[in-house]
């Protein structure tokens, strides 16, 4: 046989519908605020240029006035437009990277080799013509990293560092490398055996997108630790 649990004196049953819950809710979000001291409690204002100190009417307001609270929400919101921008650039940095042909892992490798012996042989001289500046341009970048055999006729070498050196920009791309005074330059700083297996090798070298990341990796750490000794 069921027997009813008869009610609690005091309590009164369950009342349905949404309002009966609304109002649930809302004892239960002022029985957070319990005692009276809690209730009274001055609080300083979110906005920065306020500060102003209130009594909260429910414990997740942190705002002193309406104004404040118009100030805390559009800040929110300006925040939430940010983070989405910034995701959407992200995304676009992704697929752009997912696009990203072999080629271009070899262009961006040969950027940071460059940069880092341009970076090795700041202090000395163009390697063909022993000149350390040149006047006539007075903007941009005055120095190459020039290849002594080059990139289109021998691509294999085109990260050996025995075969690239720093040469002014008008003896490189204007002067078609000036071949014959940079073999001078050349012998007169690594020395003529060195030259001649730079001139002899034939040897392929066949790198994959890993390895072109590696590399790019490797010469950027290069270039930092130069310029940190630097300094
Ligand atoms: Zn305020
Ligand atoms: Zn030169």
Redesign the pocket.
């Known amino acids: 046989m069921m027997r009813r649990t008869p009610l609690k004196p005091g309590t009164k049953p369950m009342k349905q519908g949404g309002f009966a819950r609304a109002a649930r809710i809302e004892d239960r979000e002022v029985s957070k605020i319990k005692t009276k001291a809690a209730r009274e409690k001055k609080h300083k204002c979110a906005v920065r240029t306020c500060r102003a100190e209130f009594v909260r009417l429910a414990p997740f307001v942190t705002w002193c006035s309406p104004e404040c609270g118009t100030v805390l929400a559009m800040a929110k919101l300006e925040k939430q437009r940010q983070a989405t921008a910034a995701a959407e650039r992200k995304n676009h940095r992704e697929q752009l990277i997912k696009l990203r042909t072999k080629r271009d892992y070899v262009k961006l490798a040969q950027v940071a080799f460059n940069a880092y012996i341009r970076a090795r042989d700041a202090h000395l001289?163009?390697?063909?013509?022993?000149?350390t500046s040149e006047k006539q341009y007075l903007t941009g970048t005055n120095w190459d990293c020039?290849h002594y055999r080059s990139t289109g006729s021998a691509p294999h070498l085109r990260f050996h560092e025995d075969n690239a050196h720093r040469?002014?920009t008008?003896?490189?791309r204007y002067?078609a490398g000036?071949a014959v005074?940079?073999r001078i330059?050349l012998i007169a700083r690594i020395g003529l055996a060195r030259v001649e297996a730079l001139e002899r090798d034939q040897e392929p070298r066949h790198y994959t997108v890993d390895q072109l990341i590696a590399l790019t990796a490797h010469y950027k750490k290069k270039l930092k630790e130069l310029k940190a000794a630097a300094a």
């Open positions: 001289p163009c390697i063909c013509c022993d000149r020039g040469q002014l008008v003896c490189n002067g000036r005074d940079y330059g």
